[in-house]
């Protein structure tokens, strides 16, 4: 009997540690993904269902709770900026000459006819996926863990997600995005990892969008995890004005 109340215990504390651990994953690949600042440089490839390329360069900027990130190139799109404050978003597009406030159901939206949503941009770039996401450890395999994310506010545009996190790393391999009627919306993949200023990073990101074929493809060009910034480029004035 003492036996096997210890092994009842024992389970109890395993399923209790089980449950407790996706938590902490996610906790992790959170600090591993994000730091107190961040510049990044990126060349961006959409890629349409036929094969056809565009390119462009975006850079970003990111410290705590703001993010901002410009358009460099091509000239079509250079100057365009988006902003993120806390819980509010901003978009500056240089042919209206004016800064359009983003409504909290926009952000499911395509951000600039990518792959990616203005949500996708925020967790990516500076939130993380906790503050969003109730996790679910579903699986422990020798290289990656197996989470199930689901969001802890109706108002996100996926009914749930389901990423591989490397165990070694602790930062994300692949996230299946499902969409609210349980359909595969997209899939990201992460690749070619690299160490950069003690930290782990991913240097190239796949999105791809099951339901449309299309594919955008992010390729660090430069990553800074100590930038000197100003405080004002988190701004609506800066935004518009780029300076």
Same mark, same amino acid.
């Given at each position: 009997?003492? &036996?096997?109340?210890?092994?009842?215990?024992?389970?109890?504390?395993?399923?209790?540690? #089980?449950? #407790?651990?996706?938590?902490?994953? !996610?906790?992790?690949?959170?600090?591993?993904?994000?730091?107190?600042?961040?510049?990044?440089?990126?060349?961006?490839?959409?890629?349409? #269902?036929?094969?056809?390329? &565009?390119?462009?360069?975006?850079?970003?900027?990111?410290?705590?709770?703001?993010?901002?990130?410009?358009?460099?190139?091509?000239?079509?799109?250079?100057?365009?900026? !988006? !902003?993120?404050?806390?819980?509010?978003?901003? $978009? +500056?597009?240089?042919?209206?000459?004016?800064? &359009?406030?983003?409504?909290?159901?926009?952000?499911?939206?395509?951000?600039?006819?990518?792959?990616?949503?203005?949500?996708?941009?925020?967790?990516?770039?500076?939130?993380?996926? #906790?503050?969003? +996401?109730?996790?679910?450890?579903?699986?422990? =395999? =020798?290289?990656?863990?197996?989470?199930?994310?689901?969001?802890?506010?109706?108002?996100?545009?996926?009914? +749930?997600?389901?990423?591989?996190?490397?165990?070694?790393?602790?930062?994300?391999?692949?996230?299946?995005? +499902?969409?609210?009627?349980?359909?595969?919306?997209?899939?990201?993949?992460?690749?070619?990892?690299?160490?950069?200023?003690?930290?782990?990073?991913?240097?190239?990101?796949?999105?791809?969008?099951?339901?449309?074929?299309?594919?955008?493809?992010?390729?660090? $060009?430069?990553?800074?995890?100590?930038?000197?910034?100003?405080?004002?480029?988190?701004?609506?004035?800066?935004?518009? &004005?780029?300076?």
């Amino acid at each position: 009997m003492k &036996r096997l109340l210890i092994l009842g215990l024992l389970v109890a504390l395993a399923s209790s540690a #089980a449950g #407790a651990s996706g938590e902490e994953i !996610l906790a992790r690949l959170d600090e591993t993904m994000q730091s107190n600042s961040r510049e990044v440089v990126q060349k961006m490839t959409l890629v349409s #269902a036929k094969g056809q390329e &565009r390119t462009r360069q975006v850079q970003m900027w990111s410290k705590t709770d703001r993010m901002l990130v410009r358009f460099l190139a091509p000239a079509d799109v250079a100057g365009t900026g !988006l !902003l993120s404050v806390g819980d509010d978003m901003w $978009l +500056y597009l240089p042919a209206l000459g004016r800064v &359009r406030r983003i409504a909290g159901h926009a952000k499911k939206g395509s951000f600039m006819g990518t792959d990616l949503s203005y949500e996708d941009m925020e967790e990516f770039g500076k939130t993380g996926f #906790a503050a969003a +996401y109730s996790p679910e450890l579903i699986k422990m =395999e =020798e290289e990656f863990y197996l989470l199930r994310l689901t969001p802890r506010s109706q108002d996100r545009g996926y009914q +749930y997600l389901e990423m591989k996190v490397c165990r070694e790393r602790f930062l994300p391999l692949r996230i299946e995005y +499902y969409a609210p009627d349980g359909s595969l919306a997209k899939v990201l993949t992460t690749m070619d990892f690299q160490e950069v200023q003690g930290r782990p990073t991913a240097s190239k990101l796949i999105v791809e969008d099951v339901a449309k074929g299309s594919k955008t493809i992010l390729e660090q $060009l430069q990553v800074d995890f100590e930038p000197d910034m100003d405080e004002e480029i988190f701004s609506t004035r800066y935004l518009e &004005r780029g300076r």
